[in-house]
């Protein structure tokens, strides 16, 4: 067995069962020590990575770890770690400080950690329930709470629906195939498509793409807000890694190019026009990141070097104006009868500068407005479908992107531009909380400024 390749996973596990038996002993009242403990344990496996040998396989050779999966891994610990440095503040605030919380958020990533290694379909299938099942969990940590309740079973049921759609997907394609593995196919069987159609179908469900959406403004909405902060960033890492790596053997079925196609074009526009009818900023979020689920989408549609390095690069960066505009959302949140209507919003730059000034930066990164380095992305996956021959694609493309400006301008209008209705109490930053928003704000404009940082390191890492 071959333990140096999951060294990170192997530093994960540790993790949780340290913190699982410093939960049992300590008291409530070291929530903030524990929370602090548990961020640092991905952090150590993001320094573990640079002691794992590459490329190699264990467990019967159905994980495999190469430098992709490695950039893929350090992303997914970078999140997980600044979700749990941003998050205890919040909690203590909501009186919610339960510790089963920390050891939680670590487990759903070290599933995702071995999804991004799955080359096997029965490794792939356990590494997802790992991670879905504690994020079932952990959208309903509101225990008194009857949305955060009906958020957690709403998406228990419909992710039960994308087990089941993966579990006969699986069977099908060990049907057409004759193994497990997942390898290049060039047959144009029936039962093989149909295992694309219900796996592609199960990922496509996790990563909100239309029209397997109907969980996410209501998970996003009933969560904590930390938690929506994890669940919108750290899974959308995983799985488009994986599907970069399943595009480049099956993007070359028609079928495949057009499911995708769809979905993305679906995905785009709905969720462009439904953002403008919500009148909670945290659902506009939520669609929002539909929308991104279908420009993210466009960048499967077919393999090609460019276009993946473009996909890539404008996920690594989405998530981290992704958390940043959860975690202000997060801190507003921290007022006694403050929601998230739009009116809770007016005036909001006037008597409370520093979040608007963040919360702008990330509104205006999710537009793709330059230096921002989602402008990079955006323009990277438009020119690598033009180059590709998808032109009307890439048209599509810049026409969503530019209905969604509206939705996005609106909350900044709101808040700089109109009177607050009412006088707010004031809210303190914690540390952690403004250590992860100068991170996610400085990363969002230093990857735009110097986007090569981040874009060659992938580019070669295919």
């Not at 993001?46 to 950039?71: A, C, E, G, H, R």
């Not at 998970?219 to 750290?234: F, H, L, Q």
């Amino acid at each position: 067995m071959n333990w140096n390749a999951v060294l990170p996973e192997i530093l994960l596990s540790v993790g949780i069962i340290l913190i699982f038996s410093f939960e049992l002993f300590l008291s409530r009242r070291y929530y903030k020590f524990l929370t602090f403990l548990a961020g640092l344990v991905p952090l150590l496996a993001v320094f573990s990575l640079l002691f794992v040998s590459v490329p190699s396989k264990t467990f019967f050779d159905v994980f495999y770890v190469d430098t992709y999966t490695l950039i893929g891994k350090a992303l997914l610990y970078v999140i997980t770690s600044l979700s749990l440095f941003a998050s205890y503040d919040y909690f203590l605030k909501k009186r919610a400080d339960y510790g089963e919380m920390t050891y939680l958020i670590l487990t759903s990533s070290l599933g995702l950690s071995m999804l991004i290694s799955s080359v096997n379909l029965t490794l792939l299938f356990l590494s997802l329930e790992l991670a879905s099942v504690t994020m079932y969990i952990l959208i309903g940590t509101f225990r008194r709470e009857y949305l955060s309740k009906e958020a957690s079973y709403k998406y228990l049921v419909i992710g039960s629906v994308g087990t089941a759609m993966l579990a006969f997907g699986s069977a099908f394609y060990y049907g057409a195939v004759g193994s497990l593995f997942l390898k290049p196919y060039q047959g144009d069987n029936t039962l093989f498509l149909l295992s694309m159609f219900l796996i592609l179908s199960a990922l496509a469900l996790k990563v909100s793409s239309v029209p397997f959406h109907f969980w996410t403004p209501d998970a996003y909405e009933g969560a904590p807000t930390p938690i929506t902060a994890y669940i919108s960033t750290a899974p959308k890492i995983a799985v488009y890694f994986l599907l970069v790596k399943i595009s480049t053997l099956y993007s070359h079925i028609k079928e495949w190019m057009l499911l995708v196609a769809l979905l993305s074009v679906l995905s785009m526009f709905y969720a462009s026009f439904v953002a403008y009818a919500q009148r909670s900023v945290k659902r506009l979020l939520a669609y929002s990141s539909i929308a991104h689920a279908g420009y993210f989408l466009l960048g499967l549609v077919t393999s090609d070097k460019i276009l993946s390095s473009a996909l890539l690069f404008y996920l690594s960066v989405y998530i981290f104006a992704a958390l940043g505009s959860f975690i202000v959302l997060a801190v507003l949140e921290k007022r006694e009868n403050f929601t998230h209507h739009f009116m809770d919003y007016k005036g909001l730059g006037r008597y409370d500068t520093l979040l608007a000034f963040f919360f702008s930066i990330f509104l205006f990164a999710m537009i793709g407005i330059p230096p921002m380095a989602l402008f990079v992305g955006k323009l990277g996956i438009f020119m690598g479908l033009a180059k590709l021959g998808l032109l009307p694609l890439a048209i599509l493309f810049l026409v969503a992107s530019i209905v969604s400006t509206g939705y996005y301008l609106k909350v900044i209008v709101y808040m700089f531009m109109e009177k607050a209705d009412k006088k707010w109490q004031s809210v303190q930053l914690s540390a952690g909380e403004a250590f992860v928003l100068s991170v996610c704000a400085t990363l969002v404009l230093l990857l735009g400024i110097f986007p090569n940082m981040l874009y060659d390191l992938i580019a070669k890492g295919l």
